[in-house]
């Protein structure tokens, strides 16, 4: 994990060692300034002599100037490091997710997803930046003060000395505890945030239901947790710094005590025991910037862990050989398809061909599996066993991508994205032009809807289309599948959710955009896959029937009692 970490800075090097290279000019220049101050004491000011005393204030006020402008580059551009660190690992980690499949976001809450990306990253940044220079300022002020303070008193230097093997102690030791306590309040602010981003995106089902105070309950519960994890943690961290901060207490009182009884037996001088003091002071200086590293590095590191987490999440598999799957005829067979999800078998052995150009319609009750047969052809889940073939070639020897652009899908419930309509429309073809993204959307029946509008097709529809209604998004959707021009099509339930008069105008583009493709349909409402080819009644014991409409009428089974349930 520390080896990837360190990864990260291989694109910013030189911009990282001047950060570094700026650190221990720093780190010089406080070494400097109780050498000069023990020159001034011992020697110039008691001599009088104001030309040593007027060379060391230029050198003073020239040493002040290099360290300001030090400090300015690593508060900038040591900062920048981090900024631009943070930017390739989100990069990283999004392209990664773009890529898992779909179970991972079946078991993982979005919430928590969107913590591990923003809040994580953000103290790994910190890390990034702050911690490597607070390391080497603090190597070198440590080595320099101690080299200097053997030259004034190798005898209370060991003294000194001798009590940094309990601070280190004590920081081992704590740094355990203080990893497990911050790693525990990753997870509750990522638990927070789930509930957090649930509750805003059913904001409108929580008015609808007068359910205010349940949610309000259910967010207290996840945020009561997340304030006694942080309890706990900032228990940890105070019991670390209260110690910490006592062990240097004890740094000072020896150097003061011991140093005051060494001046007074005269084995140093006056200058030399201000010296000492100043140095003691830098000494001091670094190890605590050590002790606030340890809360840095574990925020750091806790949030770089579950960062780590995701990147070793498997993204979707496809062959090292895979091929582009192009010039798709439409032709589908499932040839003893076996799929279980969480251990329940849903397709079991499922065997049919559907000819390209065809429309196969899948009916039947709730949990039968016909979201999940939709939903195996772009791949979206891998078949147990068995296999899937277009145009008699199986779909796991082609890239994900290019089998998914010959697949279109119209769906119940439609996602669209925060932006235009136009936006929307475009992400069938990105490269489309204008004109074709009208075309689109007249083949849609929403043009003219469009052009009503006080911004046209420039309209922003607000996060998920909030600002369309039910069949206006459907609409959009449809002139999305139109510009994407897949030869496949899935419509899976797609005007179930309208009323009678919006799904006629929905059917009737649903119509158009299925004309010379080979068509799935998942439909409540059976008059409305009558003239299909074939039909398939599936339910949690496999395919039942099977055959057109009039044909499974006449059988007498399984159909005829759903379709005349549903239609009366």
């Not at 602010?189 to 789930?194: C, E, Q, S």
């Not at 003691?280 to 590095?297: A, G, S």
């Not at 959009?476 to 899935?490: Q, T």
Request: aromatic content about 12%; some cysteine.
């Amino acid at each position: 994990m520390f080896r990837k970490f360190i990864g990260f800075y291989r694109p910013y090097k030189k911009l990282f060692i001047f950060d570094l290279l700026a650190a221990l000019i720093v780190a010089l220049c406080e070494l400097v300034y109780p050498m000069m101050t023990r020159e001034l004491v011992d020697n110039s000011i008691p001599n009088k002599n104001l030309r040593m005393i007027g060379v060391f204030a230029i050198v003073l006020i020239i040493l002040f100037v290099i360290k300001a402008i030090c400090g300015y580059f690593m508060q900038y551009w040591g900062h920048v490091v981090g900024v631009r660190m943070q930017g390739d690992m989100r990069k990283e980690i999004f392209s990664h997710i773009q890529r898992l499949p779909n179970t991972y976001f079946d078991n993982n809450k979005t919430g928590d997803i969107m913590s591990r990306i923003i809040h994580d990253l953000m103290d790994i940044s910190e890390l990034a930046h702050h911690g490597p220079e607070d390391l080497f300022i603090s190597f070198v002020m440590l080595i320099g003060s101690f080299a200097v303070l053997c030259t004034i008193n190798v005898p209370l230097t060991l003294i000194i000395f001798a009590c940094i093997p309990l601070i280190v102690i004590f920081t081992i030791q704590q740094r355990k505890r203080m990893s497990k306590a911050f790693l525990k309040t990753r997870v509750k602010t990522g638990a927070v945030n789930a509930t957090l981003e649930n509750s805003i995106s059913g904001i409108r089902v929580a008015k609808a239901f007068a359910s205010h105070d349940y949610e309000e309950e259910k967010f207290e519960e996840g945020n009561s947790s997340f304030m006694r994890a942080r309890e706990k943690a900032y228990k940890t961290m105070a019991q670390y710094f209260s110690g910490a901060n006592f062990s240097i207490d004890i740094l000072n009182y020896v150097v003061l005590i011991v140093g005051g009884l060494f001046t007074l037996n005269g084995q140093i001088g006056i200058g030399d025991y201000i010296a000492y003091l100043l140095y003691t002071k830098i000494f001091i200086e670094p190890i605590k910037k050590l002790v606030n590293f340890m809360e840095q590095y574990q925020n750091g590191m806790t949030g770089f862990q579950r960062y780590i987490e995701i990147l070793q999440e498997e993204k979707e598999k496809e062959k090292k050989d895979a091929k582009t799957l192009t010039d798709v005829k439409g032709k589908i067979t499932f040839n003893n398809a076996i799929f279980s999800y969480e251990n329940n078998k849903i397709i079991d052995g499922l065997s049919l061909t559907i000819e390209a150009g065809k429309t196969l319609a899948l009916v039947g009750p709730s949990g039968g599996g016909k979201t999940t047969f939709c939903n195996l052809i772009p791949r979206f889940y891998d078949l147990d066993q068995g296999d899937i073939l277009i145009d008699d070639k199986s779909i796991y020897d082609f890239t994900i991508n290019s089998l998914r652009e010959n697949v279109g899908i119209v769906q119940q419930e439609v996602f669209l994205f925060d932006g235009t309509i136009k936006e929307n429309i475009r992400y069938g073809s990105f490269n489309a032009s204008d004109e074709e993204v009208y075309k689109s959307a007249k083949r849609a029946n929403i043009h003219d809807f469009i052009l009503g509008l006080e911004d046209g097709y420039d309209t922003y529809i607000g996060e998920r289309g909030v600002k369309l209604s039910g069949g206006q998004k459907q609409r959009v959707s449809i002139a999305r599948v139109f510009l994407k021009n897949p030869p496949i099509l899935i419509l899976d339930e797609a005007t179930s959710a309208l009323d009678n008069t919006t799904e006629y105008y929905i059917k009737k583009s649903l119509d158009e955009l299925s004309k010379g493709r080979t068509t799935i349909v998942v439909a409540h409402r059976l008059s409305t896959i009558r003239n299909a080819d074939e039909i398939i009644v599936l339910t949690d014991k496999g395919m039942q029937e099977r055959g057109t409409h009039e044909e499974l009428i006449s059988l007498g089974g399984l159909y005829k009692d759903l379709y005349k349930f549903v239609e009366n």
